[in-house]
């Protein structure tokens, strides 16, 4: 699987938009983009996934160019919940299980 | 995920302890899965399942056991604790029914102070 690399820390102020780019240059056919949320003393939650161009659901947007080499996790308008360590991984389009490969994730901080 | 559920939340053991973690799920999912995540670290894989009778080691399994007794259960255990076992534990699941990749539900996590 792709390795990923993305930003150790980010700080933000409430209400701003945030986005969040992590590159994946060695991106396969057969890889999805997925992000995951982690809140302090929390086990990380699924936020968005995607394939290609942008999805967005009722927590964030997600936009990958058509190389797919790189995304942009965002999130609009953060409020102070929203602080947390967000991580990019790439995972193979099939079902088939097995380890989801977290680095070090994007740490952010939303001030009031 | 409140489907899934961790015991306990908070351990503090002795060296050479055998300790065991348990983990729960309601999701009615076949797999699942013990990370453990250490500072800086992220996570990573001790153990996985994909369904009772399976059990795969990941990347960090020495030191650790583990057991599946039935779809809804995957328990950990430290035979002999120490030190550098202090972490974070996660167990997660995740459903081979679903479709598009693997999407894996997290517990709340057990923290391991071994002295």
């Known amino acids: 699987l792709a390795k990923t690399t993305q930003p150790i820390s980010m700080d933000s102020y409430e209400g701003q938009e945030v986005n969040i780019t992590c590159s994946h240059n060695n991106i396969a056919t057969n890889d999805y983009i997925t992000w995951y949320q982690q809140f302090p003393s929390q086990g990380p939650r699924f936020i968005i996934q995607?394939?290609?161009t942008k999805v967005t659901n009722e927590v964030a947007s997600l936009f990958i160019p058509a190389d797919r080499k790189s995304s942009t996790l965002s999130l609009p308008r953060v409020s102070l919940s929203d602080t947390a360590v967000y991580y990019c991984?790439?995972?193979?389009?099939?079902?088939?299980?097995?380890?989801?490969?977290f680095g070090q994730g994007t740490e952010l901080s939303v001030k009031p | 995920d409140a489907d899934v559920t961790q015991t306990p939340r908070n351990r503090i053991t002795k060296t050479g302890k055998r300790i065991m973690l348990e983990c729960s799920q309601t999701k009615g999912h076949d797999r699942m899965y013990w990370y453990r995540q250490d500072p800086g670290l992220g996570l990573r894989l001790i153990y996985y399942s994909f369904d009772v009778k399976d059990i795969n080691k990941g990347e960090i399994s020495d030191g650790y056991s583990v057991s599946r007794q039935a779809q809804a259960k995957f328990s950990l255990s430290l035979e002999s604790a120490i030190p550098n076992q202090t972490a974070l534990y996660f167990c997660?699941?995740?459903?081979?029914?679903?479709?598009?990749?693997?999407?894996?539900?997290f517990g709340p996590g057990t923290r391991l102070t071994v002295l």
């Open positions: 995607g394939y290609k």
């Open positions: 997660a699941t995740s459903d081979s029914a679903a479709s598009g990749p693997d999407t894996q539900y």
């Open positions: 991984l790439v995972v193979l389009i099939y079902n088939q299980g097995g380890k989801l490969i």
